[in-house]
Nanobody, 115 residues
Framework: QVQLVESGGGLVQTGGSLRLSCAAS????????MGWYRQAPGKQRELVAS???????NYADSVKGRFTVSRGNANNTMYLQMNSLKPEDTAIYSC?????????WGQGTQVTVSS
Protein backbone atom coordinates (compact mmCIF):
# COMPACT_ATOMS: atom_id res chain seq x y z
CA GLN A 1 0.00 0.00 0.00
CA VAL A 2 1.15 3.51 -0.83
CA GLN A 3 -0.39 6.85 0.06
CA LEU A 4 0.42 9.93 -2.02
CA VAL A 5 -0.20 13.52 -1.03
CA GLU A 6 0.46 16.48 -3.34
CA SER A 7 1.11 20.06 -2.32
CA GLY A 8 2.40 23.29 -3.79
CA GLY A 9 -0.34 24.23 -6.22
CA GLY A 10 -1.78 27.71 -6.43
CA LEU A 11 -2.45 30.75 -8.57
CA VAL A 12 0.40 32.27 -10.56
CA GLN A 13 0.73 34.73 -13.41
CA THR A 14 1.92 33.79 -16.88
CA GLY A 15 5.67 33.34 -16.85
CA GLY A 16 5.74 32.50 -13.16
CA SER A 17 6.95 29.39 -11.38
CA LEU A 18 5.58 26.82 -8.97
CA ARG A 19 7.07 23.77 -7.31
CA LEU A 20 4.81 20.81 -6.65
CA SER A 21 5.64 18.12 -4.12
CA CYS A 22 4.36 14.57 -3.81
CA ALA A 23 4.93 12.86 -0.48
CA ALA A 24 4.65 9.08 -0.39
CA SER A 25 4.09 6.93 2.66
CA UNK A 26 3.60 3.23 3.15
CA UNK A 27 5.66 0.74 1.16
CA UNK A 28 7.95 3.44 -0.21
CA UNK A 29 10.96 1.17 -0.51
CA UNK A 30 9.14 -0.71 -3.28
CA UNK A 31 8.24 2.37 -5.32
CA UNK A 32 9.68 2.41 -8.82
CA UNK A 33 8.50 4.83 -11.45
CA MET A 34 6.55 7.86 -10.27
CA GLY A 35 4.74 10.31 -12.46
CA TRP A 36 2.84 13.57 -12.63
CA TYR A 37 -0.39 13.77 -14.58
CA ARG A 38 -2.68 16.71 -15.14
CA GLN A 39 -6.27 17.17 -16.15
CA ALA A 40 -7.77 20.41 -17.36
CA PRO A 41 -11.55 21.03 -17.45
CA GLY A 42 -13.11 19.23 -20.39
CA LYS A 43 -9.87 17.52 -21.36
CA GLN A 44 -8.42 14.07 -20.89
CA ARG A 45 -5.82 13.42 -18.24
CA GLU A 46 -2.33 13.57 -19.68
CA LEU A 47 1.11 12.53 -18.53
CA VAL A 48 3.28 15.53 -17.72
CA ALA A 49 6.49 13.88 -16.52
CA SER A 50 7.77 10.68 -15.00
CA UNK A 51 10.90 9.58 -13.20
CA UNK A 52 12.27 6.13 -12.48
CA UNK A 53 13.89 5.02 -9.24
CA UNK A 54 17.22 5.40 -11.06
CA UNK A 55 16.49 8.97 -12.07
CA UNK A 56 15.56 8.51 -15.73
CA UNK A 57 13.02 11.12 -16.76
CA ASN A 58 10.39 11.53 -19.43
CA TYR A 59 8.41 14.66 -20.33
CA ALA A 60 5.44 15.61 -22.42
CA ASP A 61 6.50 17.70 -25.41
CA SER A 62 4.40 20.59 -24.15
CA VAL A 63 6.48 20.98 -20.97
CA LYS A 64 9.98 20.07 -22.15
CA GLY A 65 12.47 22.76 -21.23
CA ARG A 66 10.07 24.34 -18.72
CA PHE A 67 9.32 21.59 -16.19
CA THR A 68 11.77 19.47 -14.22
CA VAL A 69 10.84 16.33 -12.30
CA SER A 70 13.04 15.06 -9.49
CA ARG A 71 12.96 12.73 -6.50
CA GLY A 72 14.17 13.09 -2.97
CA ASN A 73 17.01 10.95 -1.65
CA ALA A 74 14.74 8.92 0.60
CA ASN A 75 12.59 7.77 -2.34
CA ASN A 76 9.50 9.10 -0.60
CA THR A 77 9.18 12.48 -2.30
CA MET A 78 8.82 13.61 -5.89
CA TYR A 79 8.93 17.18 -7.11
CA LEU A 80 7.84 19.04 -10.20
CA GLN A 81 9.52 22.39 -10.77
CA MET A 82 7.40 24.35 -13.22
CA ASN A 83 8.86 27.46 -14.83
CA SER A 84 7.62 29.79 -17.56
CA LEU A 85 4.06 28.76 -16.81
CA LYS A 86 1.37 29.37 -19.41
CA PRO A 87 -2.42 29.59 -19.09
CA GLU A 88 -2.66 26.22 -20.85
CA ASP A 89 -0.81 24.66 -17.92
CA THR A 90 -3.88 25.30 -15.77
CA ALA A 91 -5.11 21.93 -14.47
CA ILE A 92 -5.33 19.65 -11.50
CA TYR A 93 -1.95 17.96 -11.09
CA SER A 94 -1.80 14.49 -9.55
CA CYS A 95 1.06 12.21 -8.71
CA UNK A 96 0.94 8.50 -9.26
CA UNK A 97 2.91 5.31 -8.94
CA UNK A 98 2.32 1.63 -9.65
CA UNK A 99 2.97 -1.01 -7.03
CA UNK A 100 2.44 -4.72 -7.76
CA UNK A 101 0.29 -3.86 -10.76
CA UNK A 102 -1.96 -1.43 -8.93
CA UNK A 103 -1.97 2.31 -9.61
CA UNK A 104 -1.99 4.70 -6.67
CA TRP A 105 -3.02 8.34 -6.98
CA GLY A 106 -2.89 11.40 -4.82
CA GLN A 107 -5.84 13.71 -4.38
CA GLY A 108 -4.42 16.31 -6.76
CA THR A 109 -3.45 19.94 -6.43
CA GLN A 110 -4.86 22.80 -8.47
CA VAL A 111 -2.54 24.91 -10.59
CA THR A 112 -4.04 28.04 -12.13
CA VAL A 113 -2.06 30.29 -14.45
CA SER A 114 -3.60 33.67 -15.14
CA SER A 115 -3.02 35.52 -18.39
Amino acid sequence: QVQLVESGGGLVQTGGSLRLSCAASGSIFRIGVMGWYRQAPGKQRELVASISSGGSTNYADSVKGRFTVSRGNANNTMYLQMNSLKPEDTAIYSCTTILFGRAYWGQGTQVTVSS
